[in-house]
């Protein structure tokens, strides 16, 4: 069973790391074929909403699989700090950036954001969370190549 389980921690974290690499390019091309850039914003928020939701619980499963098998020494591994970190930027991630963008075009509508006085304030904050999803893909790379 415990086999069984491991490696069904691994398919799910490999499919959201996947996922994390794939809404980049999901973004690049829904940005460039749709033409109002709101719709676009709309779309691909939503998408790293759901994205952001799977990996929250993805690691959360993780966590406690490893915790389960290997008791208090699991924090003794790479695996379960990797995982606590990049969760811990997905919650800030989820948590904290993402509902000041969506107050920030919310305050700026009917404009789109980029064409308010909070274009810079929400610039600002998407580097911030532009850096925080590739610190993500990153260490989610680190993560499945240290659970194997």
């Known amino acids: 069973m415990n086999s069984y389980l491991n490696k069904l921690s691994f398919i799910f974290t490999s499919i959201w790391v996947g996922g994390l690499w794939a809404m980049l390019m999901v973004t690049y091309v829904i940005f460039n074929i749709i033409p109002s850039s709101y719709i676009a914003g709309v779309i ?25 098998i290997e008791s208090i020494r699991f924090f003794k591994k790479i695996q379960a700090w990797l995982a606590l970190f990049i969760l811990v930027i997905v919650c800030i991630s989820f948590f904290g950036i ?34 925080a999803y590739l610190i993500q893909c ?8 240290k659970s194997r």
């Open 44 to 68: 691909v928020s939503n998408l790293f909403t759901y994205i952001n939701i799977f990996g929250m619980v993805t690691l959360v499963l993780a966590l406690i699989y490893g915790f389960h």
């Open 98 to 131: 993402n509902p000041i963008l969506e107050a920030l075009k919310v305050e700026a509508f009917p404009k789109e954001v980029m064409e308010s006085v909070f274009a810079d304030r929400f610039s600002a904050w998407h580097g911030i969370a532009s850096i």
């Open 138 to 145: 990153i260490l989610g790379i680190f993560l499945l190549l």
